[in-house]
């Protein structure tokens, strides 16, 4: 009996340090790396516009064919300039901005049709707007 358990403690032993050999071998280890990213594709007309970002530099400019790719950090894309005279936010000055500030005319405050945004709609914003009519902000 007492070899017996001499057997078990002595294969226990072997067991215990095997295990915390391999568990102190692989405590400092990665085994396996990954580059994280996204993405997004969008199409106007004729036009392919491939878009990602990804966690390192990659390489510069490549392209072949009829495409290219560039590579790079992405910087952020500031604000749209307001479009100034688009009182419905269509991006064109049109008639129905002038409407909106004709019926919008001798307002005082927060008012629809205040063009240079002074806090009334006076001749000063018809003025304006006039000045900027039928003009794209595209």
């Known amino acids: 009996m ?40 969008t199409s106007l007309g004729t036009t392919l516009v491939l878009q990602a970002t990804i966690g390192q530099h990659d390489a510069g400019a490549l392209s072949g064919a009829s495409q290219s790719v ?35 005319f001798d307002c005082v405050g927060a008012c629809a049709g205040d063009v240079d945004m002074d806090g009334d709609t006076d001749i000063t914003d018809l003025a304006l707007l006039l000045s900027l009519f039928d003009a794209s902000c595209n």
């Open 70 to 104: 560039i590579g790079g950090y992405w910087s952020p894309e500031p604000d749209a300039a307001p479009c100034t005279g688009d009182l419905d936010g269509d991006n064109q000055v049109s008639l129905t901005d002038l409407a909106i500030l004709l019926s919008d």
């Open 2 to 41: 007492k070899r017996v358990n001499s057997i078990r403690y002595g294969l226990w032993r072997v067991v215990l340090a095997t295990m915390l050999a391999a568990g102190g071998a692989l405590a400092n280890e990665i085994p396996w790396r990954t580059v994280d990213g996204g993405a997004s594709e």
